[in-house]
């Protein structure tokens, strides 16, 4: 798929089919876990992925990062698509930005002075969101934290 960069965010990621993400993670992730598992599981993938696509920059193995960034979408638009719009939360517009600007900058990454800092710093910001939902799981009192998927379970290979 072509993707033009210059399009808005928003427009990028209307572009990458969520359903497509969405419904290719089932056959990996069925082994009874709960939608919270399931997000916990995409965002140590999402990590492993951009540590990998990063590696692959430093060693100019751009096939190898695309490859990774690919897997990257589809963990990204499986996310958002799964998004709890239920009721129109503070956290579901948050992580439905969060999603995007990721994606974003993904397809951007070249175009950045230092590609190799960008890896590291979406690595960052991926990592906070991912230890904000391991506390939000020990706590185990947020209310909706099943149902932040949607109660949407679906599969592919993303690491």
Not at 135 to 153: C, D, K
Request: net charge neutral.
């Amino acid at each position: 798929m072509m993707i033009n960069i210059e399009n808005t965010p928003e427009e990028l990621f209307s572009t990458y089919t969520p359903q497509k993400g969405a419904s290719t993670y089932r056959s990996n992730f069925e082994r009874n876990l709960s939608p919270y598992q399931i997000l916990l599981e995409l965002y140590r993938a999402l990590l492993r992925n951009l540590d990998t696509a990063k590696n692959a920059y430093r060693h100019k193995d751009l096939s190898k990062m695309c490859a990774y960034n690919q897997k990257n979408f589809l963990i990204l638009s499986a996310l958002k698509d799964n998004i709890d719009r239920t009721e129109k939360s503070q956290l579901s517009e948050g992580l439905d930005k969060f999603y995007t600007i990721i994606f974003y900058r993904l397809v951007r990454i070249l175009e950045t002075n230092d590609p190799f800092a960008e890896f590291e710093r979406l690595e960052s910001s991926v990592r906070d969101v991912y230890l904000f939902w391991g506390r939000v799981g020990q706590r185990e009192t947020t209310p909706n934290t099943e149902n932040i998927l949607g109660g949407h379970t679906t599969g592919t290979n993303f690491a």
